[in-house]
Nanobody, 117 residues
Framework: QVQLVESGGGLVQAGGSLRLSCAVS????????MGWYRQAPGKQREWVAL???????NYADSVAGRFTISRENANNAVNLQMNSLKPEDTAVYYC???????????WGQGTQVTVSS
């Protein structure tokens, strides 16, 4: 069983920074994809960034150049450094682990990020 717990959310002014962390317990394979989604009020869940087993990193266009994802294989953690935050970044942020070999996806409970203008 894989469990994910996010931390680091909060309230920040526009232009500020936050660092989200996601601690993963259970077995994580190097082939698993780790990343982040977010969901703003009244909107569908939106993919933000991912870190693949081969070291490939991808970002949504809306966050590229401002957010940085990192993966700590030794600690089974995935982090999201968010800089130059905008009010439209306000959302609940969820980390996930996608198991390539089985197709399963595991989710955290989410952490709220609120950016004031």
């Amino acid at each position: 069983q894989v469990q994910l717990v996010e931390s680091g959310g909060g309230l920040v002014q526009a232009g500020g920074s936050l660092r989200l962390s996601c601690a993963v317990s259970g077995t994580v394979f190097r082939s698993d994809v780790m990343g982040w989604y977010r969901q703003a009020p009244g909107k569908q869940r939106e993919w933000v960034a991912l870190f693949s087993s081969g070291g490939t990193i991808n970002y949504a266009d809306s966050v590229a150049g401002r957010f940085t994802i990192s993966r700590e294989n030794a600690n089974n953690a995935v982090n999201l450094q968010m800089n130059s935050l905008k009010p439209e970044d306000t959302a609940v942020y969820y980390c996930y682990v996608r198991r390539i070999r089985s197709g399963e996806t595991y989710w955290g409970q989410g952490t709220q990020v609120t950016v004031s203008s």
